[in-house]
């Protein structure tokens, strides 16, 4: 797998940096994101696929001068976008709080809510996506879940499939290569048996896996 990076600095021009995003965004989603990359000063590393997260933020310490933020190359343009959203509302929140507040506490919420407005148009998003960011005020935690299954149904690839999808008593794999057996729905996760060392883990149902033979 080709690893990609995407460097943003002041030796990049605007088209440049308009060039490489279009790649990866709604094309009415460039501008604004390319704006909001150079006067933040962010880093973007445009990487392998990771399967443990879609998105990162590191802010500048240990020596960098930039605002690190990492995005998944695979990912669909919506929810490229959105996660790239997600990780600048980190940016803005430490400008503001630095370290002194939950990772996603109230602040970086406000901010996120902040940044999906100015993207919550129709001419980037489609309705159905557009319907779930004006339910995150009130519902947040059930928005989140059903904008993750909704973005699922604009990926090229859905080779993948998700926890909650799993019939019981059946196999799936994760992409790390264990198996496990899905044995039980507890409150807000599922119980599963790893078969290679039979330990219990619990899954979030919007976890990506394969499924198993």
């Known amino acids: 797998m080709i690893v990609l990076h995407l460097v943003i600095t002041h030796k990049l021009k605007m088209t440049e940096i308009k060039g490489i995003l279009c790649k990866y965004l709604p094309e009415n989603s460039v501008d604004l994101i390319s704006d909001l990359i150079l006067k ?13 997260k879609l998105g990162d933020y590191r802010p500048p310490q240990n020596g960098y001068i930039y605002h690190r933020i990492s995005i998944n190359h695979n ?27 939950e990772p996603h506490g109230n602040e970086w919420y406000n901010n996120y809510l ?12 489609p309705e159905d996506i557009r ?6 005020q009130k519902h947040p935690q059930n928005s989140k879940t059903e904008l993750t299954r909704t ?10 499939l998700l926890v909650e999808e799993i019939p019981f008593h059946l196999n799936f794999n994760t992409f790390d290569g264990r198996t496990f057996q899905k044995v039980e729905k507890l409150k807000k996760r599922f119980k599963c048996i790893c078969l290679n060392d039979r330990r219990t883990y619990l899954f979030h149902p919007l976890t990506r896996v394969k499924k198993g033979l």
């Open 75 to 101: 990912l669909n343009k919506y929810d490229f976008l959105i996660t790239l959203i997600h990780e600048l509302a980190h940016l803005i929140t430490w400008n503001s709080y630095k370290n002194k507040v």
């Open 151 to 160: 973005l699922r149904k604009y990926d090229d690839n859905q080779s993948y």
């Open 114 to 125: 902040e940044l999906i407005e100015k993207f919550n148009s129709n001419e980037i998003f």
């Open 131 to 136: 319907i779930i960011f004006k339910d995150l």
């Open 40 to 52: 933040n000063n962010v880093q973007v590393n445009i990487t392998k696929i990771r399967r443990t």
